[in-house]
């Protein structure tokens, strides 16, 4: 009962849709309907600017840090032992957040929820992710490439550890998640019309 609940909440919370309250919010845009119309940070960035795409950026790793962190609080306050690992629950946040019920469950492409998961299970993995993909994006100017090349790099490390086999698992299937959602982007790559940033 408590696991069920736990899903669901983390899905509703993977499913608030950051960039279209941004925007509708402070610059009454919805940006659904310009740039590649996808709600996430990379779109923000190029349809609001910095100050939005980091904002919303940062919304959406939180998500997926709070559905981490979920069965800990309820253990923590109601004394309630929670026997699933919070990397599952986690997951169905970054679900939320491709699937959003909250916005036609067309979502964002599950990079920054993803790492949110990370960051509240394996802060260190989250650094590494976060240096790798900055380092990608300054020799590439891809954001896309670079959120596929820091998944993969995150994979690599867990299996490098081999400690814990969940985490092997979580993170190659979300960094499926990744790629499959960013299959547009990759052939847009290879026909040299993907947009780069020019902010880095």
């Known amino acids: 009962m408590i696991i069920g609940l736990l899903i669901i909440l983390a899905y509703l ?12 919010s402070f610059y009454n845009i919805d940006i659904r309907e310009h740039g590649s119309g996808n709600l996430g940070g990379t779109n923000t960035f190029r349809v609001l600017g910095k100050k939005a795409g980091f904002a919303v950026t940062i919304s959406d790793i939180l ?6 962190v979920l069965p ?19 997951v169905f946040a970054v679900i939320g957040h491709m699937y ?9 492409k599950a990079v920054a929820t993803s790492a949110g998961i990370l960051l509240g299970h394996e802060p260190i993995l989250f650094l590494i992710i976060v240096a790798v993909f900055f380092i990608s994006l300054y020799l590439s100017k891809y954001v896309s490439l670079s959120s596929m090349i820091a998944g993969l790099a995150g994979l690599i490390y867990s299996f490098i ?15 499926i998640f990744v790629v499959y959602r960013h299959r547009a ?14 902010w880095l």
């Open 13 to 24: 919370i993977g499913s608030i849709p950051s960039g279209l309250i941004i925007g509708k």
């Open 63 to 68: 998500k997926g840090t709070i559905a981490t």
């Open 72 to 90: 800990l609080l309820v253990t923590l306050i109601w004394d309630v032992e929670i026997d699933i690992n919070p990397l599952i629950i986690g």
């Open 100 to 108: 959003p019920i909250f916005a036609g469950f067309k979502g964002g």
């Open 161 to 175: 550890l081999w400690e814990d086999k969940l985490l092997i698992i979580i993170l190659a299937i979300l960094t």
């Open 185 to 198: 982007n990759i052939k847009r790559i290879i026909n040299k019309t993907e947009p780069k940033v020019n």
